[in-house]
């Protein structure tokens, strides 16, 4: 059974940095994907970065140009650095991993991020 856990998550104020990271059980490079998903109270699951087997990343619109995700094969985490945090990045963020033979997805449990003044 593959884990993800998340970590890096807290309180921040408007315009400053985070960085979060997901430690995986298994080799980056047995997933086709990897990335970021979010989800702020009420609302639904919404897709943040990922990057692929082949290194090709998609954001969302809405933190392209502040977030960037990376990886670290040798370490098997996958990291996301958010700068020029905004109140409307308030959510939960989980990590996500898709099986590159099984496209099962797998995810973390979560951790809190909250930009607040």
């Known amino acids: 059974q593959v884990q993800l856990v998340e970590s890096g998550g807290g309180l921040v104020q408007p315009g400053g940095s985070l960085r979060l990271s997901c430690a995986a059980s298994?080799?980056?490079?047995?997933?086709?994907?990897v990335g970021w998903y979010r989800q702020a109270p009420g609302m639904q699951r919404d897709l943040v970065a990922t990057i692929t087997i082949n290194g090709r990343t998609n954001y969302a619109d809405s933190v392209k140009g502040r977030f960037t995700i990376s990886r670290d094969t040798g370490k098997r985490t996958v990291s996301l650095q958010m700068n020029s945090l905004k109140p409307e990045d308030t959510a939960v963020y989980f990590c996500n991993a898709v099986g590159y033979t099984t496209s099962i997805r797998y995810w973390g449990q979560g951790t809190q991020v909250t930009v607040s003044t």
């Open positions: 298994a080799s980056i490079s047995s997933f086709a994907s």
